[in-house]
C-alpha cells in the first residue's frame, strides 16, 4: 500500500482540525445544505451532562440549521470492546430518549436516527474497504491502541482492530462529509479519508470514472472538556463521576454534594491551580451563559457550599425541560422503537443508492 496513512500526532492533528472547524462553522451557516453531518454514540448507557454540554447541544443546534443530520447508534461496535451485549437493545433505546428529550426530532428536523447493525448496506462497504488498507495500519491507530491498553486487554479481537474501518462505512455510506467529534476520534477520520481517496483513485479516477466518496471532515465543539465530579478526569459514567441526563433532582443535588473541591474558601476562577472548583464554575457557566470569572466573583466568600449550591440549581433549571420531556417519553415505547425503525429505512434507502453506484465502479453490476 502506497502512502500510508501516518496518524499525525492527535495534539498536531487538533490544531489544524480546529481551524478547519471554524471555516467550516461559518460556511454552515450559509449553505447548510451543502453538507451532511454524520456522527453517533455507542449503546453502553444513559448519557450524561459531559455528553449534553460537548456533544448533544451541538448537534440540536446543527439540526435547527437545516443541516440534514444523520445520528447513528454503534451497536455492532459495542461488541468490540465490551463482553457484555445483554443491554444494547435497552441502550439504544434509552439513547434515543437522551437524543429526543435534548431536542432532535426526526419529524420536524431533517434528522435520521438508526443503529448501524440495521443497515446492511453500511455493512456490506466493509468488505471492499477492508481491501483499501494494510494490518500495518490497522494496528497502529492510536485510538485503538489506547483503548487496547486502558482496557488491558489480552486478546485483542480482529473486531477491534477493524472497528475504524466500519466508522468508515458509517460516515462513507450516506457520503457524510461532517462529522461533529471528540480529540479522540481524528485517527478515525484520517483512516475515514484514506479509504474515501483510495476508493475514488482506484476504482473511479483510474477508471476515467466520477469519483463516489466525500472526504469528510471532523467538527470539533468548541466546549472545554468537562471533567468528571472528582474533577481529575473526564466525566465518565463508569468512573461514577458523572451527572445523568436521566438523575432526579435529588439525586443531582445529592452528586454535586459529594464533588471535591480545594481548602480554600475564597472562591476564583483557575482551571491551573484548582482544577475542581473551575469545572464546577464551568458548569454554572454552561448553564447561565456568564462567565466563569462573574460567577467565581459573585461565590466569593460564600465558598464551596455555595458554589455547590448555586450550581446544583442552575443545572436543575437547565435539565428541567429536558428530564420532563424524558419521563413523557419513557412512557411511549412503542414511538422510541418506531423513531429507530423510521431510521433504518431512510438510511437504507440513502445506503442502497451508494451501493449501487460502488458495485458499478468495481465493475460488479449484474
Ligand atoms: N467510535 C465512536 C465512539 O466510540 C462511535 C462511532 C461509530 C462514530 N461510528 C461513528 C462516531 C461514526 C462518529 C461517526 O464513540
Redo the contacts with the bound molecule.
Keep these: 500500500m502506497s502512502d500510508e496513512i501516518q496518524y499525525t500526532d492527535i495534539n498536531k492533528s487538533f490544531e489544524a482540525a480546529v481551524e478547519k472547524s471554524k471555516i467550516i462553522e461559518a460556511d454552515l451557516l450559509v449553505n447548510p445544505k451543502k453538507y451532511r453531518v454524520?456522527?453517533?454514540?455507542?449503546p453502553t448507557g444513559n448519557l450524561h451532562i459531559g455528553h449534553y454540554f460537548g456533544s448533544l447541544q451541538n448537534r440540536v443546534r446543527l439540526a435547527n440549521l437545516g443541516v440534514p443530520t444523520m445520528i447513528?447508534i454503534?451497536d455492532y461496535?459495542v461488541l468490540t470492546d465490551h463482553d457484555a451485549f445483554d443491554k444494547i437493545s435497552q441502550n439504544t433505546k434509552q439513547l434515543v430518549i437522551d437524543y429526543l428529550a435534548a431536542g432532535l426530532n426526526p419529524e420536524k428536523q431533517d434528522v435520521i436516527i438508526y443503529p448501524?447493525s440495521y443497515v446492511p448496506e453500511c455493512n456490506q462497504l466493509m468488505l471492499p474497504f477492508l481491501t483499501l488498507v494494510s494490518n500495518a495500519e490497522l494496528s497502529r491507530n492510536p485510538t485503538v491502541k489506547e483503548e487496547i491498553e486502558s482496557a488491558g486487554l489480552k486478546n485483542v479481537n480482529a473486531g477491534m482492530y477493524t472497528?475504524p474501518v466500519?466508522?468508515a462505512c458509517?460516515?462513507l455510506f450516506c457520503k457524510g462529509n461532517i462529522?461533529p467529534?471528540g480529540k479522540d476520534?481524528l485517527p478515525?477520520l484520517e483512516m475515514t479519508r484514506t479509504i474515501a481517496n483510495r476508493f475514488n483513485r482506484k476504482f473511479c479516477l483510474d477508471m476515467g470514472k466520477e469519483p463516489v466518496f466525500p472526504e469528510p471532515q471532523a467538527l470539533l465543539s468548541k466546549t472545554p472538556m468537562i471533567l468528571g465530579l472528582d474533577g481529575s478526569q473526564k466525566m465518565s459514567k463508569s468512573r461514577n463521576n458523572a451527572i445523568m441526563l436521566c438523575a432526579t433532582e435529588d439525586e443531582t443535588a445529592k452528586m454535586i454534594k459529594k464533588a471535591k473541591t480545594d481548602g480554600e474558601r475564597n472562591i476564583t476562577y483557575d482551571p491551573v491551580n484548582r482544577p475542581e472548583v473551575a469545572n464546577l464554575l464551568m458548569l454554572i457557566s454552561l448553564c447561565t451563559k456568564e462567565t466563569p470569572e462573574a460567577i467565581a466573583a459573585r461565590i466569593g466568600e460564600g465558598g464551596g457550599g455555595m458554589l455547590k449550591n448555586t450550581l446544583t440549581e442552575a443545572l436543575n433549571e437547565e435539565l428541567r425541560p429536558l428530564r420532563e420531556e424524558r419521563k413523557r417519553l419513557e412512557a411511549q415505547p412503542d414511538y422510541i422503537r418506531q423513531v429507530l425503525l423510521n431510521g433504518a429505512e431512510k438510511a437504507r434507502e440513502i445506503g442502497i443508492k451508494t451501493l449501487n453506484e460502488v458495485r458499478e465502479r468495481m465493475n460488479m453490476m449484474i
Excluded at 38 to 42: H, I, S
Design positions: 454524520l456522527t453517533g454514540d455507542r447513528l454503534a461496535q448501524h472497528y466500519h466508522q458509517d460516515i462529522v467529534v476520534q478515525h
